[in-house]
Each structure stands twice: as structure tokens, then as C-alpha cells.
């Protein structure tokens, strides 16, 4: 089966910089994603790493090592709007032989001013 | 582009009536469709993956028969779920991936309440 392992809750204050990572153990990894997700709302694409190495895009960056099924998603300068849940998901081939994406429970990262 | 909608946004039903929602990619065609579930402070659970024009996989759990799943064609997906009850009620988004593509583009989702 697919394991996968973030922090649940995280607080961090507005203009700083935080970390959360992501442990995975499955079979038949393709890539990684990164989402985030407010409150009611469907999650949003933020990053996809399949090669070891660290992805930038802005304020967010995300890293990836394959050999230790782990990632971690950065997010700098960080403002009040970035309060939401960042979904860790890992792609993988199902027994079925499909392509699917299995998610992690999720960090809600609550920004303080 | 990659545009997925659902519909409808919120749906509030009965004890043991079905509910229809539908999942659209407005501008790409979806050879691979897929639902998830999400109750309240959890992630989002995989309920089953949908491809055009054959039987939808589900996963382990799911009952094949509540969750009526049809992709009929390459730009929509429609979960039926069949004599709702109350533990129904969730969040479920749909999900649908083009051609030779990677990324999973997530519909807004559809709040469901059984009463």
C-alpha cells in the first residue's frame, strides 16, 4: 500500500519562511505534487517533482529525494493568504495498472501576523 | 485552459433519494476522469477512476453499486450516489487529466448534505 506522512498543523509569522515535508513509501512512484487547498474550496496545483533536486517557482519551491521518500514544499515571505492546507500527493501506478494520485492528510499552515 | 467544472456547486437531499453530480473539462478532453471524497479536516480519499467509454475502477471500500460512476465521453464524468444517507455527506471533487498529460486538474467540488 501507499504510506504518506506530513505534519498535521504548522504556524508560521507573516513575512518569514517555512518548511513542510512530506515522507512517502509506495510502490511504483512516478512524481510528487504539491497542492494547496483553503477551506471549501478544491485543491490547486503548486508543484510536481519526478527528478531528485529542488524545483523553484517564486516564493514556493518544492524538493524532492527519492532514495529517502522525501519532499518538502518551502514557501518564503510568507503573507496572510497563504493560511490553507498543503496537500503532499504522490503519483503512482495502481494494481490496476492506472496512473493515480494518493494524498497525504494534509498540513494546515496558519499564518500569524 | 484546463478548465474543469462540477455540477451542481451544493446539493442538499433527502434520506434515500440519489443525487447526480457532474464533472466537465471545458477545454480539453478527458480521456481519464477521477473522484475523490473529503470529509471535514481530512484529505482527499480516492473513490475512483474513470475512463471514457469503459467501467470505472473503484478503490477498496467503495461500493460499486452506490456510486454509480458514467464517462460517457471525453468531456464528462457523472457520479451518481444511490440511496443517500446521512454519513454520504462530504465534499467530493472530481478531477480530470488530457491526453499525454501528467497533471490532475481538480474541479471546484460539490458539497453534498443527506438530511
Known amino acids: 500500500g501507499q504510506n504518506i506522512d506530513q505534519p498535521t498543523e504548522m504556524t508560521a509569522t507573516e513575512g518569514a519562511i517555512v518548511q513542510i515535508n512530506c515522507t512517502y513509501q509506495?510502490?511504483?512512484?512516478?512524481?510528487l505534487f504539491w497542492y494547496q487547498q483553503h477551506a471549501g474550496e478544491a485543491p490547486t496545483f503548486l508543484s510536481y517533482n519526478v527528478l531528485d533536486g529542488l524545483e523553484e517557482k517564486g516564493r514556493f519551491s518544492s524538493f524532492l529525494s527519492r532514495s529517502k521518500g522525501y519532499s518538502y514544499l518551502l514557501l518564503k515571505e510568507l503573507q496572510m493568504k497563504d493560511s490553507a492546507s498543503y496537500l503532499c500527493?504522490?503519483?503512482?501506478?495502481?494494481?490496476?495498472?492506472?496512473?493515480?494520485?494518493?494524498f497525504g492528510t494534509g498540513t494546515r499552515l496558519t499564518i500569524i501576523p | 485552459g484546463a478548465v474543469v467544472s462540477q455540477h451542481p456547486s451544493r446539493v442538499i437531499c433527502k434520506s434515500g433519494t440519489s443525487v447526480k453530480i457532474e464533472c466537465r473539462s471545458l477545454?480539453?478532453?478527458?480521456?481519464?476522469m477521477f473522484w475523490y471524497r473529503q470529509f471535514p479536516k481530512q484529505s482527499l480519499m480516492l473513490m475512483a477512476t474513470s475512463n471514457e467509454g469503459s467501467k470505472a475502477t473503484y478503490e477498496q471500500g467503495v461500493e460499486k453499486d452506490k456510486f454509480l460512476i458514467n464517462h460517457a465521453s471525453l468531456t464528462l464524468s457523472t457520479l451518481t450516489v444511490t440511496s443517500a444517507h446521512p454519513e454520504d455527506s462530504s465534499f467530493y471533487i472530481c478531477?480530470?487529466?488530457?491526453?499525454?498529460?501528467?497533471?490532475?486538474?481538480f474541479g471546484p467540488g460539490t458539497r453534498l448534505t443527506v438530511t
Open positions: 478531477s480530470a487529466v488530457g491526453t499525454g498529460n501528467y497533471e490532475q486538474y
Open positions: 509506495t510502490s511504483g512512484f512516478n512524481g
Open positions: 500527493a504522490v503519483s503512482h501506478i495502481s494494481n490496476f495498472g492506472n496512473e493515480k494520485l494518493t
Open positions: 477545454d480539453f478532453q478527458a480521456t481519464t
